[in-house]
């Protein structure tokens, strides 16, 4: 492999993936874009900037290996619980510059079936494949069906009375997708020189009642919070997930309502590539994406 042979992104379907392909390629980088299922209108935009199209399922790591050889270096957008053996067999095919995604969260929880998933992970590509760079981005967030901001923001617009889990105190420093995108196309571009674990966030930390105050503002609604401690729900929430019952919040969740989730350890990121798009901006943008 060379340094023209492509770039390999994976996961071009989903918004962050997207994201990432379109920027390398307006740079005038070679780039191949895999995903599992083709989308017909984001498929012609990404023929459209010059990426080339693919299928790819990170589960088969005899394609990986035989695709190796070809690709300068690697961006694996799906959850490193998922991604990581892929990110293993790249390596072991001679890809020394790769990115792939944790979460902040895993220096924040405990013991935690999801999180402690991604603890191994990282560990294997710590331990595997060094040089590979591992983003722990914060609560990410930005566009329709994030799963996170996205919800907030539709809750806001439908309901005067905000039920507001927990003290409200917690910290928050939500990440923008395509600040992350930036971030990862500048660790395989060489802008960014970095490996290893690297907690990114957002420009602005904030409490849990000032995200909410700010997403409300983005609605254009009025409202209020209505406080909500936390015992009571956590005990109602426990019986009814034990009952089998489907929930929008469940007992894990709700264990972390009240946790700072500011960036642990906050990676050192140059000065040109910090992450710049504010909640207020974001959260508007997102506001008249989702139609709010």
């Known amino acids: 492999m060379t340094s023209t042979d492509p770039i390999l992104v994976a996961g071009v379907n989903r918004p962050l993936g997207a994201y990432v392909a379109l920027d390398l390629a307006g740079r005038g980088l070679k780039v191949v874009g895999t995903r599992r299922h083709p989308d017909v209108d984001l498929d012609a935009r990404m023929?459209?900037?010059?990426?080339?199209?693919?299928?790819?399922?990170?589960?088969?790591?005899?394609?990986?290996?035989?695709l190796a050889p070809q690709l300068s270096s690697v961006i694996l957008t799906p959850i490193l619980s998922i991604s990581g053996p892929a990110a293993h067999a790249f390596h072991a095919g001679g890809v020394r510059r790769g990115v792939v995604f944790s979460s902040n969260n895993v220096a924040i929880v405990g013991e935690d079936p999801v999180y402690d998933r991604l603890r191994a992970a990282e560990a294997d590509i710590l331990e595997n494949a060094p040089g590979w760079a591992i983003l722990r981005p914060t609560m990410i967030y930005g566009y329709p069906g994030d799963g996170n901001l996205s919800r907030l923001l539709r809750m806001l617009a439908r309901l005067p009375v905000f039920p507001r889990l927990g003290s409200g105190e917690a910290s928050q420093q939500p990440i923008h997708f395509e600040d992350l995108a930036r971030l990862a196309a500048a660790l395989v571009t060489g802008e960014w020189n970095a490996a290893g674990l690297l907690a990114v966030g957002g420009p602005q930390i904030l409490s849990h009642r000032d995200l909410i105050a700010t997403a409300r503002r983005a609605t254009?609604?009025?409202?209020?919070?209505?406080?909500?401690?936390?015992?009571?729900?956590?005990?109602?929430?426990?019986?009814?997930?034990?009952?089998?019952?489907?929930?929008?919040?469940?007992?894990a969740q709700l264990a972390r309502i009240d946790l700072d989730k500011a960036a642990v350890n906050p990676a050192d990121i140059p000065a040109a590539l910090r992450p710049q798009v504010m909640p207020e901006e974001g959260l508007t943008r997102l506001a008249l994406d989702l139609d709010i």
């Open 220 to 251: 254009g609604r009025g409202g209020i919070d209505l406080p909500v401690p936390l015992g009571p729900v956590r005990a109602v929430v426990s019986l009814l997930t034990g009952l089998g019952v489907k929930l929008p919040l469940s007992p």
């Open 47 to 66: 023929q459209a900037a010059g990426i080339e199209l693919a299928p790819l399922d990170l589960t088969d790591l005899t394609a990986i290996s035989a």
